[in-house]
């Protein structure tokens, strides 16, 4: 166990990310006018990482004495979480001004929280994990309460952070289990360790606690209580953030610890858990949304049925299934951002007025928005030629090849089912005629809508060469 | 035995020590309460209101400063003791540490929350230290003692 200067050089993309942190921090200290130019330069930076990591998304190596592991689907993951937080510091720029939270914080919370979630992507250590989790969690915490004047956003705030330092507790109890069960922290010598000799219990126990605290942070059904408030109360930009690429980071620590399972003697371990988590937050997000008359809280509980559904893969516990995550959440993170993106330019100012009611008759007001909603609306039900129909339909194969047929089932109602809140919206903006009261202003932002033009073409492209992006994915 | 058993056993014991204690002196003492014995103990002074007055929150960010450098010195030392295993790496990897710390620090001076009194937040400070008014119990009990 030597450090390397090689070392340094594998984790460039979180050194870049970093240094972006404290040439932030920098220049916030000693400039006034600096959100102008931290907004561009995380956009930038975020981008450049983005397109870094693809670049030696190759390069699969292990630093620090197996502390982190670089390349193949960290990689991805760390395009994913990069080019996500790029085009929220678009969606940002003009927003945070709207929402009067115009400061160079924001946009230092916003890098500090990518960073939180590329080490939780590339740990294979569970202390990793545990840095990587709490960075972003901390993050978001600060960022959800950032309209410190709006009761709403520091009620989500403190909901958040009372939760959220709970089920961290889950977490490092879990893994304290794990670690007297298994006597290591290191993600492959655990499962090495205990696919030689039989099981003890206590694992078990330490993994069940781990999953619930990892639950609570992808917003899976019996875990959920606290996504509709804080999705609602946080500004919408960081609503974006949360929901796309916080979920993301989430789901891919969880995927890294059951990683190592899939090529051990019971694959299954964990199926029947899954199994039930996936159906309830599926059913229970597809049906509590068709109550909802906020768009945001319709847009938080749909978020909890995408967590079921990408739960069905990690019950298939196959290639398929875990291949089949990463394209989902790839496909997510864009479909979601761009439409909390609209969600941001339609929101009234102040107040959150964000009643689908004042959506209608959107297209005569603004075709190109109402247009470019209705297409995420159709990617987010999941209808065939956009990415959402493809990432459902991954995870669907994964459980079919598994032999959990019951499931893809009950995922494919689900969808039915969440076809008619998603088309509700268009029916809202294209078959009702506005009325005074919910005229509101549109917000003319053209970093915003650049931004959602960019995940509009990202979901195109990903539906239309989807089995290029898998085979990416597979060939790690 | 086991180790943990012992301390098991001591854990009882320690409860069962307290509570037969407290029971035994709640049977023999005698019950005679005054409006002075029953008011809140502070070192023999009367009640002087609530302690539930709205701190400075400056008191929460030194504290924030304070935890910083504790944590530095927990992180700090297990280094210094480890740190020539790795060579040069090792040893400049703890400076990468100290010039993030460092760079919080400077941080906070420039944004101010090092410098106690400012005069731009006199009017706001005003407002925080100003004690509630005494309304509470302990204060009505006092006068009715004096009346």
């Given at each position: 166990?030597n450090?390397?200067?090689?070392?340094?050089?594998?984790?460039?993309?979180?050194?870049?990310?970093g240094a972006?942190?404290l040439?932030?921090?920098?220049?916030?200290?000693?400039?006034?006018?600096?959100?102008?130019?931290?907004?561009?330069?995380?956009?930038?930076?975020?981008?450049?990482?983005?397109?870094?990591?693809?670049?030696?998304?190759?390069n699969?190596?292990?630093?620090?004495?197996?502390?982190?592991?670089?390349?193949?689907?960290?990689?991805?993951?760390?395009?994913?979480?990069?080019f996500?937080?790029?085009?929220?510091?678009?969606?940002?720029?003009?927003?945070?001004?709207?929402?009067?939270?115009?400061?160079g914080?924001?946009?230092?919370?916003?890098?500090?929280?990518?960073?939180?979630?590329?080490?939780?992507?590339?740990?294979?250590?569970?202390v990793?994990?545990?840095?990587?989790?709490?960075?972003?969690?901390?993050?978001?915490?600060?960022?959800a309460?950032?309209?410190?004047?709006?009761?709403?956003?520091?009620?989500?705030?403190?909901?958040y952070?009372?939760?959220?330092?709970?089920?961290?507790?889950?977490?490092?109890?879990?893994?304290?289990?794990i670690?007297?069960?298994?006597?290591?922290?290191?993600i492959?010598?655990?499962?090495s360790?205990?696919?030689?000799e039989?099981?003890?219990?206590?694992?078990?126990?330490?993994?069940l606690?781990f999953?619930?605290?990892?639950c609570?942070?992808?917003?899976?059904?019996?875990?959920?209580?606290?996504v509709?408030?804080?999705?609602?109360?946080?500004?919408?930009?960081?609503?974006?953030m949360m929901?796309?690429?916080?979920?993301?980071?989430?789901?891919?620590?969880?995927?890294?610890?059951?990683?190592p399972?899939?090529?051990?003697?019971n694959?299954?371990?964990?199926?029947?858990?899954?199994?039930v988590?996936?159906?309830?937050?599926?059913?229970?997000?597809?049906?509590?949304?068709l109550?909802q008359?906020?768009?945001?809280?319709m847009?938080a509980?749909?978020?909890i049925?995408?967590?079921?559904?990408?739960?069905?893969?990690?019950?298939a516990?196959?290639?398929?299934?875990a291949?089949?995550?990463?394209?989902?959440?790839?496909?997510?993170?864009?479909?979601?951002?761009g439409?909390?993106?609209?969600?941001?330019?339609?929101?009234?100012?102040?107040?959150?007025?964000?009643?689908?009611?004042?959506?209608a008759?959107?297209?005569d007001?603004?075709?190109?928005l109402?247009?470019l909603?209705a297409?995420?609306?159709?990617?987010?039900?999941?209808?065939?030629?956009?990415?959402?129909?493809?990432?459902?339909?991954?995870?669907?194969?994964?459980?079919l090849?598994a032999?959990n047929?019951w499931?893809?089932?009950l995922?494919?109602?689900?969808?039915?089912?969440s076809?008619?809140?998603?088309?509700r919206i268009?029916?809202?903006?294209?078959f009702?005629?506005?009325?005074?009261?919910?005229?509101?202003?549109?917000?003319?932002?053209h970093?915003?809508l650049?931004?959602?033009?960019?995940?509009?073409?990202?979901?195109?492209?990903?539906?239309?060469?989807?089995?290029s992006?898998?085979?990416?994915i597979?060939?790690? | 035995?086991?180790?943990?058993?012992?301390?098991?056993?001591?854990?009882?014991?320690?409860i069962?020590?307290?509570?037969?204690g407290?029971?035994t002196?709640y049977?023999?003492?005698?019950?005679?309460?005054?409006?002075?014995?029953?008011l809140?103990?502070?070192?023999?002074?009367?009640?002087?209101?609530s302690?539930?007055?709205?701190?400075?929150?400056?008191?929460?960010?030194?504290a924030?400063?304070?935890?910083?450098f504790?944590?530095?010195i927990?992180l700090?030392?297990?280094?210094?003791?480890?740190y020539q295993e790795?060579?040069?790496?090792?040893?400049?990897?703890?400076?990468?540490?100290?010039?993030?710390?460092?760079?919080?620090?400077?941080?906070?001076?420039?944004?101010?929350d090092l410098?106690w009194?400012?005069?731009?937040?006199?009017?706001?400070?005003?407002?925080?230290?100003?004690?509630?008014?005494?309304?509470?119990?302990a204060?009505?009990i006092?006068?009715?003692?004096?009346?």
């Open positions: 166990m450090l390397t200067s090689t070392d340094y050089l594998n984790i460039l993309p979180l050194l870049l990310v972006g942190i040439i932030s921090l920098t220049v916030e200290m000693y400039s006034k006018k600096s959100v102008g130019f931290l907004s561009w330069f995380s956009f930038l930076l975020h981008l450049l990482v983005a397109y870094y990591s693809l670049y030696t998304v190759n699969v190596s292990s630093v620090f004495g197996g502390m982190m592991g670089t390349g193949g689907t960290v990689n991805i993951f760390y395009f994913i979480f990069n996500g937080a790029a085009i929220v510091a678009l969606l940002s720029m003009d927003y945070i001004k709207k929402a009067e939270i115009y400061f914080e924001y946009y230092i919370l916003l890098q500090s929280a990518v960073l939180g979630m590329m080490l939780m992507a590339s740990a294979t250590d569970l990793m994990v545990f840095i990587g989790l709490e960075l972003m969690s901390i993050c978001f915490y600060v960022l309460g950032f309209q410190r004047k709006n009761v709403r956003s520091n009620e989500a705030s403190l909901k952070f009372l939760l959220g330092s709970f089920t961290t507790g889950f977490i490092v109890y879990g893994m304290a289990l670690y007297g069960a298994s006597g290591s922290l290191n492959q010598s655990i499962f360790m205990l696919s030689a039989s099981t003890p219990i206590l694992f078990y126990v330490g993994t606690l999953i619930i605290g990892f609570f942070k992808i917003a899976a059904f019996p875990f959920h209580m606290w509709p408030d804080v999705y609602q109360g946080a500004p919408t930009s960081v609503t974006a929901s796309t690429i916080g979920k993301a980071a989430a789901f891919s620590a969880l995927l890294l610890i059951m990683l399972l899939i090529g051990s003697k694959p299954q371990t964990f199926t029947p858990l899954f199994t988590l996936s159906a309830a937050s599926m059913i229970f997000g597809s049906i509590v949304a109550a008359t906020d768009i945001k809280r847009l509980y749909s978020s049925a995408h967590a079921g559904y990408m739960l069905i893969g990690l019950a516990a196959n290639d398929t299934g291949s089949g995550i990463v394209f989902y959440l790839a496909a997510y993170a864009f479909m979601n951002l439409a909390f993106g609209i969600v941001s330019l339609i929101e009234g100012n102040g107040d959150t007025e964000g009643t689908i009611e004042s959506y008759g959107l297209s007001r603004n075709p190109l109402a247009g909603l297409l995420f609306m159709f990617t987010l039900s999941g209808l065939p030629p956009f990415a959402g129909f493809f990432g459902k339909y991954y995870v669907f194969i994964a459980s090849e032999g047929v499931i893809a089932v995922g494919a109602l689900s969808s039915a089912i076809a008619y809140f998603y088309l268009i029916v809202v903006m294209y009702r005629k506005s009325d005074v009261a919910s005229d509101n202003i549109i917000t003319e932002s970093t915003s650049l931004g959602i033009v960019i995940s509009a073409i990202l979901v195109i492209m990903m539906g239309l060469t989807p089995g992006i898998v085979r990416l597979n060939s790690f | 035995m086991t180790e943990f058993g012992k301390i098991l056993a001591f854990m009882i014991l320690a069962v020590f307290v509570i037969v407290i029971f002196a049977l023999i003492r005698p019950h005679r309460p005054t409006d002075e014995k029953l809140t103990y502070e070192c023999g002074e009367n009640a002087q209101g302690p539930w007055v709205r701190f400075n929150f400056r008191f929460y960010i030194v924030l400063i304070f935890l910083i504790d944590v530095e927990v700090l030392v297990p280094w210094v003791l480890i790795y060579g040069i790496l090792g040893f400049l990897t703890g400076f990468i540490f100290i010039f993030l710390l460092v760079a919080g620090m400077i941080y906070e001076w420039r944004k101010g410098e009194d400012r005069p731009e937040s006199e009017k706001f400070m005003a407002n925080t230290f100003k004690l509630p008014k005494l309304t509470l119990p204060k009505k006092k006068e009715e003692v004096t009346n």
